[in-house]
């Protein structure tokens, strides 16, 4: 059966634990609801992770920052086509909160009392997605200042736009934002050197 597979591999379990921390928080998410989420007994949960929630978490984190590292952040900072980049980080945000019917895990643990154990990753997280956004939009030739500016806003509008279309129950509320931020991010990469990227 798959759970013998599960059983034998520690990695395969921390989707279902993300899903289980994304559905009940950190605190929320007690031994029994991992072990139904992953199908693993508790037993199986500490002998894989002898540190607990928090070794699950971290697992968890890791898998996230990896995804990240791969598919936003390294792309973004060595972009050779700037508004291709940002494209394809809207694309890939996208499908990966598949359309915005997830709440962001990370976002979760930073509302949380829990995130102050994970409060450094939580800030990495958010400073290297502005920052690698921020580089692609200076290497377009967009103003250092205003780089960050827009990075700061469409991260945020991204991650808030996860939380609304969660609330309301529609998927295409995330997906008309993240449109209006890549418009917005590309619109400021063609806008001439010389011209004030128009406020938002």
Known sequence: MSSKRILTDRGSAVPALAEAFREHGFEG??????????GLGKGSLYNFFPGGKEEMMEAVLTNIDAWFEASIFSPLEQASAPASAVTAMIDDV??????????????????????????ERIRRYFARWIAALADCLRAAGVADTTAVQLAEDAVSGLQGAIVLARALGDDGAFVRIAQRQQSILIGAMSAPRNSPTPSQ
């Not at 996208?94 to 102050?116: E, K, M, Q």
């Open 29 to 38: 998410a007690s031994l029994t609801v991992l072990s139904r989420a992953t």
């Open 94 to 119: 996208t499908a990966y909160f598949r359309s915005g019917s997830r709440v962001c895990l990370v976002g979760c643990i930073g509302l949380n009392a829990s995130g102050a154990a994970f409060a």
